[in-house]
């Protein structure tokens, strides 16, 4: 009997523990993705760099063959370890060589994507550069070449709809284009039996940085949510991927990504686009993984994530995969690049008498590294140049009979690129300037003339230093113009002497009631459109005419060459380059472009004559507020310390009393 008890007792135990498991088993197949792990190959803001560029201090970077190359070793290790592996891109794409200029006819950046196996990408802002009728033409002409294509998310930045504000014939284009082309909000991919659902997403910062897309704007969150519940109730998937436009910032009240993780539950992974951020290792957010590998294609991103039965993912592995001179080019890649570039040069280059690898000028020095041009607010020699570039244009296409302009300015948002010591060719200083278009739909910002008061023009030097460190891009370099500026001081009045600079160095103070002629690109004067709002209204600037009546159309103030074309900011930049002095045959950089010149200068200060000096109507608004509160508290503490003193001599008189009283009996 015992031993019957004892065996049916391990057999009830046995079929407690075969129903446990079958039940943690049902249970972690409930779990989308349990127990699978998967390789994600990524890039983003690769910006049309099709070609190796050179990296400063030697070496080169980045370049379509040699990425070919790399996405093809690392398939092949992912296959070989029985991984499945999915390649992602976080838009931008797009814009920053001079390949974009056959973007609309050609779409080489896409088509170059299909080519190496992309397998999804998303828009970023720059991939509107061209303004809504761009992408549309893009999207076409990708889809007449009949090449392989990546298919392409984007869930919350999409045109106007028939009957709603803003609704025009360029969006109707857009739309037909999506459609033909197969857009989507997300896309489910199979890489052998694991199943991607991969959304596409664009932040609220890069539609700032878009002022022409013609685009509206659904909060990221909640676009995002809204795709992730879709995905949930309808596919069957494993890996939830977002590719991102949206990025990560060192203040994680910046960044918008490590924001959209704790906002919506279950994206395994982010690749984080825009802010052309490297992470050398990931975040990890909410159990959403984020990756960035920098920008123009210098990295490729690889992170392996394995999901446990409870949905927790692991991190098997991360690396950024460094393009650079030591990876091969693969061959076949190499002669598609090499086709797009001849291209270039016959369809757009022909036109200004150039060539891809004309030599402009030479430099003796290198100008600020890319990865720390406009990292603090301090004067930059390669602001000072392309600003000093822009009034040369304008003279040299106006004569002696054109208005003078009195200053230049550039915000660092529009420059992409920057020289390294050697030859500056054509396709370096397209590359400085290398974004947007004008009126006329062709590549690069023209250069635009408008008219500022004294007044107007020192509420635009506040803006580079109160602004700048608020709003990406809006950091400002200036010719024909000197300052300092304060960090320490009140907020919209850290700028401080003001004055008109010379060439020659002379100053003269700003007459705050006078027009003055004013010099800068299409992207950058729509920006000045923006001060008032970006500064809340406190610093006030409306861009005029020569008469003193308001800009309503920016594009009306372009400026033409000769033969009827917009002046663009890259070819001010190449004429100029080109003029300087020459040795042996090729001009040669100037000595004084090697440092600041005195345009913008920091004074770092805590004394109060520093603080104080020079104050504007919010710096006197908020002393007088606090001297208001401290004479407050003062008054308070007088009457409550008079208050205490004649309860005090209150009491003593009736103590004084009292012991007479006493006294007397």
Request: hydrophobic share 40%; with cysteine.
């Amino acid at each position: 009997m015992r031993r019957l008890l004892k065996r049916g007792a391990a057999l009830l135990l046995a079929c407690l523990l075969l129903m446990g498991a079958l039940a943690l088993g049902a249970s972690a197949a409930e779990i989308p993705g349990a127990g699978k792990t998967a390789t994600i190959l990524f890039t983003h803001d690769m910006h049309s760099h099709l070609l190796p560029a050179p990296r400063e201090g030697g070496g080169e970077y980045g370049g379509f063959a040699r990425l070919m190359t790399a996405l093809t070793g690392e398939r092949d290790a992912a296959r070989a370890a029985g991984i499945p592996s999915i390649t992602i891109d976080g838009g931008d794409f797009a814009m920053g060589s001079l390949f974009q200029t056959v973007y609309t006819s050609e779409a080489t950046e896409l088509r170059s994507l299909g080519a190496m196996g992309f397998d999804v990408t998303t828009f970023g802002n720059h991939e509107y550069e061209y303004r809504a009728e761009g992408i549309a033409l893009m999207l076409e002409a990708a889809l007449r070449s009949g090449d392989p294509l990546p298919r392409i998310v984007q869930a919350n930045y999409l045109p106007p709809r028939e009957g709603e504000e803003g609704y025009d014939e360029a969006s109707a284009a857009v739309w037909r284009a999506l459609d033909d082309y197969g857009v989507t909000d997300y896309t489910m991919v199979e890489k052998d039996g694991v199943r991607f659902a991969v959304f596409g997403v664009l932040g609220q910062d890069a539609d700032d940085c878009a002022p022409m897309s013609g685009m509206v704007l659904e909060p990221i969150a909640q676009a995002a949510q809204r795709v992730v519940d879709e995905i949930k109730a309808n596919e069957d998937y494993d890996f939830i991927l977002c590719c991102s436009h949206s990025g990560t910032n060192p203040d994680p009240k910046k960044s918008e990504d490590e924001q959209l993780a704790k906002a919506v539950d279950g994206i395994d992974f982010i690749v984080s686009g825009h802010t052309h951020s490297t992470l050398e290792e990931p975040k990890i957010v909410n159990n959403t993984v984020i990756g960035c590998v920098g920008e123009y294609c210098a990295n490729l991103g690889k992170v392996t994530i394995q999901k446990d039965g409870k949905g927790n993912n692991t991190v098997l592995d991360y690396q950024l995969i460094p393009i650079d001179e030591n990876v091969k080019e693969d061959p076949a890649m190499a002669k598609t690049v090499a086709g797009y570039k001849q291209l270039v040069e016959s369809e757009y280059l022909s036109q200004f008498g150039m060539t891809y690898d004309q030599v402009l000028a030479h430099t003796s020095f290198d100008f600020t590294p890319l990865s720390q041009f406009a990292r603090e607010q301090e004067e930059d020699s390669l602001g000072n140049l392309i600003t000093d570039a822009y009034i040369y244009a304008v003279k040299q296409v106006e004569g002696t009979s054109g208005t003078p302009i009195t200053a230049a300015f550039v915000n660092s948002g529009v420059i992409r690129a920057t020289f390294s010591k050697g030859d500056i060719t054509v396709s370096n200083a397209f590359d400085v300037s290398s974004i947007g278009s004008g009126a006329d739909g062709t590549p690069g910002y023209p250069l635009i003339d408008v008219w500022l008061t004294g007044r107007e023009i020192k509420n635009v030097l506040e803006v580079d230093p109160s602004v700048g460190p608020i709003f990406s891009g809006a950091q400002l370099y200036a010719s024909g113009v000197s300052y300092q500026f304060n960090m320490n001081r009140m907020i919209f009045n850290r700028m401080t002497d003001p004055s008109l600079m010379a060439s020659d160095g002379t100053k003269t103070p700003l007459d705050d009631n006078k027009l003055y002629r004013i010099v800068t690109n299409l992207y950058s004067s729509q920006m000045l459109g923006l001060v008032t709002e970006k500064s809340f209204g406190i610093l006030k600037v409306t861009p005029k005419d020569a008469q003193g009546n308001p800009i309503t159309d920016y594009e009306a103030h372009i400026i033409h060459l000769d033969n009827g074309s917009e002046l663009k900011e890259w070819y001010a930049l190449a004429t100029y380059l080109a003029s300087f002095p020459s040795e042996g045959g090729v001009p040669q950089v100037p000595a004084r472009y090697a440092g600041p010149e005195g345009r913008k200068v920091s004074v770092e200060s805590w004394s109060p004559v520093a603080l104080l000096r020079q104050p504007n109507w919010v710096t006197l608004l908020v002393l007088a507020v606090a001297v208001f509160l401290i004479a407050l508290v003062v008054f308070i503490v007088y009457r409550v310390a008079t208050r205490k003193r004649r309860r005090l001599r209150r009491s003593q008189r009736q103590g004084g009393r009292s012991y007479r009283s006493y006294r007397g009996k």
